[in-house]
Nanobody
Framework: QVQLVESGGGSVRAGGSLRLSCAAS????????LGWFRQAPGMERELVAA????????HYGDSVKGRFDISRDNAQNMVYLQMNNLKPEDTADYYC?????????????????WGQGTQVTVVS
C-alpha cells in the first residue's frame, strides 16, 4: 500500500516555474514506478511525466518535453516535477501516481495508487 500527497501547486504567470512534490508512504517506495498526470476541466487525464524505479527510464508527454523534468529521491520517498516555461495550457489539476513495476508506464490505467492532486494555474 502506498499513500501519495502532492504539494507545490499554485498560480504563476506564463513563462514562470513551479516545482511539484509528491511524498509517498511505504517502505518499498524504490520498487514503484511513479508518474505525474494532469487533468483540465472537461478533458481526459493525460500523462505529464513518468519515471521508473531506478530513474534510468523517463517518459514525457509531448506538450511538456524540454520544459518539465521528473526526478525521484528514493531515500526520502519523494518524487518531483520541475516545470519551467509554463504556459496557460498547462493549467490543470496535477496528480502523482504509483505502480509497482520496474518500467514506468505512460497509461493512467496502469497506475494503482493516486494522490488527491494539486492545482496549477498559469495566467498570461
Amino acid at each position: 500500500q502506498v499513500q501519495l500527497v502532492e504539494s507545490g501547486g499554485g498560480s504563476v504567470r506564463a513563462g514562470g516555474s513551479l516545482r511539484l512534490s509528491c511524498a509517498a508512504s511505504g517502505r518499498t517506495f524504490s520498487t514503484y514506478s511513479l508518474g505525474w498526470f494532469r487533468q483540465a476541466p472537461g478533458m481526459e487525464r493525460e500523462l505529464v511525466a513518468a519515471i521508473g524505479w531506478s530513474a534510468s527510464t523517463k517518459h514525457y508527454g509531448d506538450s511538456v518535453k524540454g520544459r518539465f523534468d521528473i526526478s525521484r529521491d528514493n531515500a526520502q520517498n519523494m518524487v518531483y516535477l520541475q516545470m519551467n516555461n509554463l504556459k496557460p495550457e498547462d493549467t490543470a489539476d496535477y496528480y502523482c501516481a504509483a505502480v509497482r513495476t520496474v518500467c514506468a508506464s505512460t497509461s493512467a490505467r496502469d497506475y494503482e495508487y493516486w494522490g488527491q492532486g494539486t492545482q496549477v494555474t498559469v495566467v498570461s
